[in-house]
């Protein structure tokens, strides 16, 4: 089955900085990968998503690129914010839905 | 609009107990998930279900089962629970499965569930 790894496990940058986090995938079959934001105490929710037949994509201070070659991807946040402060999943599928272990970005005022 | 509604939200159980947690969506999805969230291992799928009266195992479904007598129902069953099964649980749900179409998967607020 699909594997995916997430890195780093935990992100602190300064509020107007951009953050990083990248993830790798195992299965080559895979072709929906979205990342989600989950605040403390509450459920995951999707922030931005990309499909294999797109190498980027962006909507405002956020962005996610994709190689399928090298088999990975990674979301880029700008100009960030203290309420971007959360914990940051990615995740890669075929037929079900396989997610890294997270990020928790922290971004200082 | 609700979306997807996990009850109980807390719950301390005694090892050996069983328990029911209920997930309920009001979206008409036909794929429903339920995951379980660890420190520093994501979230695992459990089981899940393609649609009414179906379920497929996930990634860790020992100590649990499952059951989708109705559509927008899908239980998760504990039945002799261990303190192994400490864990904050979630359901989720869609309309496709997330690769084909690449369809939102909605996430309830979870449940927090203590074995000791």
């Known amino acids: 089955g699909e594997n995916v790894e997430q890195h780093p496990s935990t992100l602190s940058v300064q509020e107007g900085d951009s953050a990083v986090i990248k993830c790798t995938y195992s299965d080559s079959a895979s072709n929906y990968f979205p990342w989600y934001k989950q605040e403390l105490g509450k459920g995951p929710q999707l922030i931005i998503d990309?499909?294999?037949?797109?190498g980027e994509k962006k909507d405002q201070r956020i962005a996610v690129t994709l190689n399928k070659t090298a088999k990975h991807f990674s979301l880029h946040i700008t100009e960030t914010q203290p309420e971007d402060s959360a914990v940051y999943f990615c995740a890669a599928s075929f037929n079900d839905m396989r997610f890294g272990a997270g990020t928790r970005l922290t971004v200082k005022p | 609009n609700a979306g997807v509604t996990q009850t109980p939200k807390f719950r301390v159980l005694k090892t050996g107990q069983s328990m029911t947690l209920l997930c309920a969506q009001d979206m008409n999805h036909e794929y429903m998930y339920w995951y379980r969230q660890d420190p520093g291992m994501g979230l695992r799928l459990i089981h899940y279900?393609?649609?009414?009266?179906?379920?497929a195992k996930g990634e860790v479904p020992d100590g649990y089962n499952v059951s989708r007598l109705k559509k927008q129902n899908f239980l998760l069953g504990l039945e002799s629970a261990a303190p192994s099964q400490t864990s904050v649980y979630f359901c989720?749900?869609?309309?496709?499965?997330?690769?084909?179409?690449?369809?939102?998967?909605?996430f309830g607020e979870g449940s927090w569930l203590t074995v000791v």
């Open positions: 989720a749900s869609t309309d496709g499965t997330g690769g084909i179409g690449g369809n939102t998967i909605y």
């Open positions: 990309i499909r294999s037949n797109v």
């Open positions: 279900s393609v649609g009414e009266g179906t379920t």
